[in-house]
């Protein structure tokens, strides 16, 4: 792989994520926008509605856009016997790159495919979106960039699109966007428009079932961090807030059991939900967990869940003084209120979960995953690019996130 190229303090200052922000109170932060006009299908035997969902779409020939270990386990080859006339496409990597979504953008014009359904964790999904926008917008996914201005260039005119999460994490079944590597910029980079929301999300637990308690951890932590980071962010939204809390509590309810007994349909469902509901949540934005998580996952094979879920404590004490009364109160909607200290009552819980799962505990155990203690310094840029952090309770600066790194790692 080839050696990533540093970014510069001009990339910094481009992308409107100098060392020091503004601070909030300099700059009101723009209202959260709640957008969800789109059909979502809950419960288990739901991806048996598939095919009379693409028929109600329009769609007669689908690309499935999976990954390879979905087509070794059978599950891409059973949902694809749901409908008709589907062409695969399987290519799909972990933390995705432009190069997996044109690899599928060219099976997508070879099989004269109308519509698209995604089958898998966040990368196929986020891939089938991506492909899904290049299938009717000129140019590369670079110009899409959120933080460059690409949402104003995206448009309703997008081919139909069903997805069908097969793990319970990243929620991008009810998401605006689609996050790939992308070489131009170097890091992660987010596309983002209410227009790409799928037309159907379709969330069968059932489909849940098979994956390993490894990555039932890692996803499930990724859920629960949607829900804290989303209601702990400087955006006001009592929607969002109320889903947020929801879906933690669905988290809480679901995650050890699911991990335990995968075959537990009742602790896979509560996943699912919380899995939906953290999605949802965070419409109205994310924080620094993210910014790092997406900073470090583009550098290597890390686990994105896995990943959050190392960073989140730390990033919790950081967020602590700024966001006390939100923490606080966000343990009680919960039902952690007990003691006086319900912000210490819910970061111990975090780290307990964190310990309790078969999950690396440090940025250190990641190193065989391409991860580099002496790269702190770039994953920090790259963290500092990303608009995560801008919703973030507590503003951060560069040495901010190398010292939160420097913490986890
Ligand atoms: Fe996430």
Redesign the pocket.
């Known amino acids: 792989m080839p050696e990533p190229s540093d970014s510069t303090d001009a990339d910094l200052e481009a992308a409107g994520a100098a060392a020091s922000p503004p601070s909030p109170a300099a700059e009101p932060p723009a209202p959260a926008v709640f957008t969800f006009p789109n059909r979502v299908l809950f419960g288990a035997g739901a991806r048996r509605s598939l095919a009379a969902e693409l028929e109600r779409l329009g769609v007669a020939r689908p690309l499935l856009v999976t990954d390879p270990g979905l087509v070794a386990c059978g599950l891409a080859g059973e949902v694809a016997g749901l409908v008709d006339s589907a062409a695969i496409f399987s290519g799909v990597h972990a933390n995705p790159t432009e190069d997996d979504v044109l690899r599928g953008l060219e099976c997508y014009g070879e099989a004269r495919c109308d519509g698209l359904i995604g089958l898998g964790g966040?990368s196929a999904i986020d891939a089938a979106k991506a492909i899904r926008l290049l299938a009717t917008h000129p140019g590369r996914l670079a110009d899409y960039d959120l933080t460059a201005g690409g949402s104003a260039r995206i448009t309703a005119d997008l081919p139909p699109m069903a997805a069908l999460p097969t793990t319970a994490?990243?929620?991008t079944e009810a998401g605006r966007g689609t996050l790939i590597q992308l070489p131009q910029t170097g890091r992660k980079t987010i596309a983002l428009s209410p227009h790409l929301l799928p037309s159907v999300a379709i969330c069968d637990p059932e489909l849940t079932l098979g994956l390993p308690p490894g990555l039932t951890a890692a996803t499930g932590m990724?859920a629960l961090?949607?829900c804290v980071e989303s209601y702990l962010s400087t955006t006001v939204h009592p929607i969002c807030d109320g889903i947020a809390v929801e879906g933690l509590r669905y988290v809480f309810r679901g995650l050890e059991e699911a991990v335990r007994d995968g075959s537990n349909l009742g602790a896979r469902s509560a996943m699912m939900t919380g899995a939906l509901l953290g999605g949802i949540s965070?419409h109205k934005g994310?924080g620094v967990v993210?910014s790092l998580?997406h900073a470090l996952g583009g550098e290597g094979r890390a686990h994105?869940?896995a990943l959050?879920a190392i960073l989140l404590p730390h990033a919790l004490r950081f967020n602590r003084p700024a966001a006390e009364p939100r923490i606080a109160e966000l343990a009680t909607r919960v039902g952690l209120g007990r003691g006086g200290d319900e912000a210490g009552h819910l970061i111990t819980l975090v780290q307990l979960a964190l310990a309790s799962l078969p999950l690396p505990r440090r940025l250190g155990d990641l190193e065989a995953d391409g991860l580099e203690r002496r790269r702190i310094p770039h994953y920090a840029r790259l963290a500092m690019l990303d608009h995560c952090h801008r919703t973030n309770p507590r503003p951060c600066t560069l040495a901010d996130m190398e010292g939160l790194l420097d913490r986890a790692w």
Do not use: Q
């Open positions: 966040g994490g990243t929620g990724d961090s949607h965070f994310l993210h998580s994105h869940g959050n």
